[in-house]
C-alpha cells in the first residue's frame, strides 16, 4: 500500500471521528476537537500570508546551527571521556544524569542568561542535545573491536593516526545513528525554547494558536513539526547512513 493511500485513509478516518463525535453526536465542542477540513484551511490562510513559511524557516535555522554547536561540543567531550579514562569514569554518569533532563528545564536559566532571544533558544537546544551526543561519541569508540586498536598499535599508529584511521572510520555507522538520535533531541528541545519565548518559529506560531483557542492551527503546527523531522532522517540522516552501510558491504 502506498504510503499516500495510507494517508488518504487516515484523514478520510480522522474526519469521520469527528463528524460523529463533535457533529453528530455533539460529544466534544468544535474549538476542542481539531478536523482535517479546520486544519487544511489554517493551512490554506497561513501560507497565503507568508507566516508558516517564515515560522519554519526562522526554525529550521535555529535547530541547525543549535545542532551544529551540539555536535561540535558532543563530540569534542565524548573523545574526551573515552580518551581519558578518569573522565570516562567520573564525567559520563554525571552527563548521563543531566540528558535526563526534560529540555525545558534550561529555559529559565536561557531566559536569565540571554533574556528573550535567539541566543535563549540556541541555549536550550545546545543543552537539549549535546549530552546525548557526548553519550552516543563514547558508546560507539567504546563498542569498536579491540582487534582493531591492537593491529594499529602493533603497527606503530600514533594516538591522532589511531583516530583518524581506525577509530572514527569504525565508529561512523554508530556515530551516524547517534547524530541522528541527537537531532531528534535538538528539535524537541528547539520547540520547548520556542513557545518559552516571543521569537517567530514553528514553536511561538503553535502559542499563538493556544492563545487563540484555535485548536485546528496547534494541529497543524504539530504536524509540520513532526513532517519536517521526518524529512531531515529520510534525507539527510538515513542518506548518509544507507551510503556508509552500502559502502561497507551491509546492504
Not at 195 to 208: A, E, K, N, R, W
Request: hydrophobic letters at 55%; proline letters at 4%.
Amino acid at each position: 500500500m502506498s504510503i499516500f493511500v495510507f494517508l488518504i485513509i487516515i484523514i478520510c478516518a480522522w474526519q469521520a471521528f469527528y463528524y460523529v463525535g463533535v457533529d453528530l453526536l455533539e460529544l466534544a465542542k468544535p474549538y476542542a476537537v481539531p478536523s482535517p477540513i479546520g486544519v487544511g484551511q489554517r493551512l490554506v490562510e497561513l501560507c497565503s500570508d507568508g507566516s508558516l513559511f517564515q515560522a519554519i524557516g526562522n526554525s529550521l535555522l535555529r535547530g541547525v546551527a543549535g545542532f551544529a554547536i551540539a555536535v561540535l561540543i558532543g563530540l569534542v567531550l565524548g573523545l574526551l571521556m573515552n580518551h581519558f579514562k578518569f573522565l570516562g569514569k567520573n564525567l559520563k554518569p554525571i552527563v548521563l544524569g543531566i540528558q535526563t533532563l526534560p529540555s525545558v528545564c534550561w529555559v529559565p536559566f536561557s531566559i536569565l542568561w540571554f533574556g528573550l532571544s535567539t541566543q535563549a533558544i540556541l541555549f536550550v537546544v545546545v543543552m537539549g542535545s549535546a549530552f546525548s551526543i557526548a553519550i552516543s561519541v563514547t558508546n560507539a569508540i567504546q563498542n569498536i573491536q579491540p582487534i582493531y586498536k591492537k593491529a594499529a598499535l602493533t603497527m606503530g599508529a600514533t594516538n591522532r593516526q589511531m583516530y583518524q584511521h581506525v577509530i572514527l572510520p569504525a565508529a561512523l555507522p554508530e556515530l551516524i545513528t547517534g547524530l541522528k538520535q541527537g537531532w531528534s533531541f535538538a528539535w524537541r528541545a528547539l520547540m520547548a525554547g520556542e513557545v518559552m519565548t516571543t521569537s517567530i518559529g514553528l514553536g511561538q506560531t503553535l502559542i499563538m494558536g493556544r492563545d487563540l483557542a484555535d485548536i485546528d492551527q496547534v494541529m497543524l503546527v504539530m504536524i509540520v513539526i513532526v513532517a519536517i523531522g521526518i524529512l531531515i532522517d529520510k534525507l539527510v540522516f538515513s542518506s548518509i547512513e544507507k551510503k556508509v552501510m552500502r559502502k561497507r558491504g551491509l546492504i
